[in-house]
């Protein structure tokens, strides 16, 4: 049986291990922690913005896919093409209706949802627990916060949204259970909003506030493992359409997500071993033929036939840089694509439009996502690289974070899949 090690427990990884597993590979994924599932919205932006300074949001994310190829053939999109980018969200969407957490969206149309500001995003792809915030629907709102969560200000929420022409009130809600407890963050909230007296409780504080209110906006903490039955139960002591808004870390609708995305991989024979940092790799005749992680005693090798680097770009951590200027891949020590002065790293405006050079570093593969020498030709036979470690696009700016990470994954483990 082919055996391919994965590198990286991000979107990337994850999907290529599913991937892979499921046609038949004998698939390990080793990575020093979780991924940016645990940061993230819980969303799959594809593109926001494009042309990346530009200030108007994206409503067809199709025509905008097509136009990023057409700009620029070397971005990763333009190297998974956009019949994977379909089959990738069809793939994904079937898996989350079926383990009861529904993904909502389609290529064509962006939704529109409020951030924890109050800021209206553009993504493609969101979970049913978040679809009734689409701003794009002119109805009345309250926001809802919790005293005791110190990261959600439901005043900034309504507050920014009312500038924006969305009327909006807010309610801050203080539980008698949370008073009871020192420390509060979403992951506990969630879980404490699964007791069915709690939702009772939540329920008849906000009932005085709702007033005109036609939805009703939560951050996202209504439930973990039950999300669907919390919001389906708010709803019914409410009378009203519940929804989510994605709020600071750590983030609960990603930690939804990556549990899908894991427990897909086990289901299909891929092993995930967690708490394990690759460190370097030992190469013969072009190719590698084992991946070192660190442990107290030794390197412990991993061999396979193939390996695919998934552990992010410079805000991963799988592209690091240092003191005198150097930009280093930090398992194979690949070749990097980035501006060879370090004073060309920054523009001198911390919020300069046009973004900043170093953010743009990373790897650049050929169509089959392997990574190249300076003259263009593949640096080993056997290694493969996905996601954001990509270099040739700005997945922040565009607001394409989740939709490059997933469609590279999901397209190299097709390819793979196909030999």
């Not at 039955?229 to 939804?256: A, C, D, N, Q, Y």
Request: hydrophobic fraction near 40%.
């Amino acid at each position: 049986m082919n055996e391919i090690t994965i590198i990286g427990a991000g979107m990337a990884g994850l999907m290529a291990g599913w991937q892979a597993a499921k046609q038949g590979k004998k698939v390990k994924i080793v990575a020093k922690g979780w991924g940016a599932t645990h940061w993230l919205s819980g969303c799959i932006d594809i593109v926001g913005y494009y042309p990346v300074d530009g200030t108007e949001v994206v409503e067809n994310p199709v025509a905008a896919v097509k136009q990023i190829i057409t700009d620029n053939p070397q971005h990763p999109y333009g190297l998974v093409g956009l019949d994977d980018i379909e089959a990738m969200i069809s793939a994904l969407k079937d898996e989350c209706a079926a383990a009861g957490y529904p993904l909502h969206g389609e290529l064509h149309r962006n939704w529109l949802l409020p951030s924890a500001v109050g800021t209206l995003r553009p993504t493609c792809l969101a979970p049913e627990m978040m679809i009734a915030g689409d701003m794009r629907q002119n109805s009345p709102l309250l926001i809802v916060g919790f005293k005791q969560l110190m990261d959600f200000f439901p005043n900034v929420v309504s507050d920014n949204l009312n500038k924006q022409g969305i009327t909006a009130a807010q309610a801050m809600v203080d539980l008698r259970v949370l008073r009871e407890r020192s420390f509060i963050n979403p992951v506990i909230l969630a879980e404490m909003l699964e007791q069915p007296a709690v939702q009772k409780e939540l329920a008849n504080q906000i009932k005085p506030h709702l007033g005109q209110a036609e939805r009703v906006g939560f951050p996202s903490v209504l439930g973990m493992d039950q999300a669907m039955t919390v919001k389906k139960e708010l709803e019914r002591l409410l009378g009203r359409p519940v929804f989510e808004i994605p709020s600071l870390t750590p983030s609960v609708p990603g930690m939804r997500l990556h549990h899908i995305l894991t427990q897909a991989i086990v289901s299909a024979g891929g092993r995930i071993e967690n708490g394990m940092e690759a460190i370097g790799a030992k190469k013969e005749n072009g190719k590698v033929t084992a991946v070192y992680t660190s442990t107290a005693a030794r390197p412990h090798p991993h061999r396979s036939q193939q390996y695919i680097l998934a552990t992010g770009g410079i805000l991963g951590g799988g592209i690091t840089t240092n003191s005198d200027g150097d930009v280093r891949e930090v398992v194979f020590d690949l070749p990097v694509t980035a501006p060879l002065k370090q004073v060309d790293w920054f523009h001198q405006d911390f919020l300069d439009k046009r973004g900043h050079p170093i953010y743009q570093s990373g790897l650049s593969v050929n169509k089959q996502f392997q990574p190249l020498d300076d003259g263009g030709q593949p640096v080993y036979g056997n290694v493969f690289a996905i996601g954001t470690t990509l270099a040739h696009c700005e997945a922040i700016r565009e607001r394409s974070f989740e939709g490059v990470a997933l469609a590279t994954g999901y397209a190299l483990a097709r390819q793979l899949g196909a030999t």
